[in-house]
Nanobody, 122 residues
Framework: EVQLVESGGGLVQPGGSLRLACAAS????????KAWLRQAPGKGFEWVSL????????RYSDSVKGRFIISRDNAKNTVFLQMNSLKPDDTAVYYC???????????????RGRGTQVTVSS
């Protein structure tokens, strides 16, 4: 059974940092790209970042570029999202998703975890 479990969310003040982790099991972790998505209250899913299967290529949405860093540890079946200079607009539930290809999700984020809440507020 494919499982993705996010952790590391919480309440942080504007300008602060959090590091999210996503532990995966039930499939060959190093074969596929991984993505982070988020869903703010009352809004749809927003793609945040993607990393290819070996960690050599990363992409970011314009809203987080320069502040967030995605990485992965294939030996530990874990993908990370380091979030710096957090803003209230970053408040959302953050999900990690397993892509079907080594370098892309092709917009398919159906295989994802249950999410972790990130709240940025003073």
């Amino acid at each position: 059974e494919v499982q993705l479990v996010e952790s590391g969310g919480g309440l942080v003040q504007p300008g602060g940092s959090l590091r999210l982790a996503c532990a995966a099991s039930g499939f060959t972790f190093s074969n596929s790209a991984k993505a982070w998505l988020r869903q703010a209250p009352g809004k749809g899913f927003e793609w945040v970042s993607l990393i290819n299967n070996v960690g050599s290529n990363t992409r970011y949405s314009d809203s987080v570029k320069g502040r967030f860093i995605i990485s992965r540890d294939n030996a530990k079946n874990t993908v990370f999202l380091q979030m710096n200079s957090l803003k209230p607009d970053d408040t959302a539930v953050y999900y990690c998703a397993k892509c079907e290809l080594a370098n892309s999700c092709l917009g398919n984020y159906a295989t994802r975890g249950r999410g972790t809440q990130v709240t940025v507020s003073s």
